[in-house]
């Protein structure tokens, strides 16, 4: 899969097959059994001293060495994601599919519990982290570190998208991380904001899922960005009727005037379609 023009997929409903795998992939990661965690502080320069993040490495069972998958909450937190958001499954169905994963909380070392009215912290800031994080593991003989992705949602889905482009501020540390051997390989953003489309240029592979009701962090950003970056190893899926975190269960409810829905038909298709873009990457 790797090497992919950009393009962007019309928005469709999905097949009725891939509806049942996706709800068959979900019900078996909601299922899962628990794996082994590790806590791990992640040192970050903030505002001229050093602080430690707090980040979970986990992992399935067995030696590995595994690739490894990491893993941006959203603007409302680490705690609020992990304990009512759609994280826990998708950290569940990622170590399912045989990859090790680590959640890093970017924001409760900065002072914040969330940041979805401020954005007191970047995506820049956020997709160091996950480099330092990502660097953190070099020499562990259970990870592979050529063969390391990110998954981000919202807020964390943006961190993706910067992750997946070249960001003169990131050059250091991506220097640093491929001088111990790391590869970046994949970026996945859920209803990610995909900033400005021009200038620093995509050179991860990255894929985008949005809702076309998405008025928060709009679809339209991230088709923008692929149309702006032709050749660019760009993939967007936009879902037809869904909203901002069209994955995470419950009815309609409102955050700072946005509209956040559940949407079965989008969640089914996402589960696979990460599964199969990771594949192409990690395996």
Not at 34 to 55: C, K, M, S, T, W
Not at 87 to 114: C, H, M, N
Not at 157 to 183: H, I, K, N, S
Not at 211 to 236: K, M, Q, S
Request: aromatic share 8%; with cysteine; charged share 15%.
């Amino acid at each position: 899969m790797g090497g992919k023009s950009a393009y962007q997929l019309r928005p469709r409903r999905p097949a009725a097959t891939v509806l049942r795998l996706g709800l068959a992939l979900l019900l078996m990661a909601l299922g899962g059994a628990a794996r082994a965690e590790e806590q791990l502080n992640v040192p970050v320069d903030y505002h001229g001293q050093q602080i430690q993040l707090f980040a979970i490495f986990g992992k399935p069972p067995g030696p590995g060495p595994f690739p490894l998958v990491i893993v941006l909450h959203s603007c409302s937190g680490y705690y609020a994601n992990m304990s009512g958001g759609s994280l826990p499954g998708w950290v569940a169905f990622l170590q399912q599919q045989g990859y090790a994963t680590l959640k890093i909380d970017s924001f409760t070392a900065r002072g914040y519990t969330e940041v979805c009215g401020t954005n007191a912290v970047t995506a820049l800031e956020r997709a160091a982290d996950a480099l330092t994080g990502a660097t953190l593991l070099a020499g562990r003989p259970d990870v592979r570190l050529d063969r390391i992705a990110a998954i981000g949602f919202s807020h964390g889905g943006g961190t993706a998208v910067a992750l997946a482009r070249d960001f003169p501020e990131l050059q250091p540390l991506r220097q640093q991380f491929a001088a111990r051997g790391g590869r970046l390989v994949a970026s996945v953003g859920v209803y990610p904001g995909c900033g400005r489309p021009v200038g620093n240029p995509v050179i991860v592979p990255l894929l985008a899922l949005s809702g076309d009701g998405d008025d928060w962090t709009p679809a339209a950003r991230c088709l923008a960005l692929a149309n702006a970056n032709p050749g660019a190893p760009i993939t967007v899926q936009v879902y037809p009727g869904a909203y901002h975190a069209f994955d995470v269960a419950g009815g309609t409810r409102y955050k700072l005037g946005h509209r956040l829905e559940y949407n079965a038909a989008a969640t089914a298709d996402a589960f696979p379609r990460v599964q199969q873009f990771l594949a192409g990457y990690l395996r």
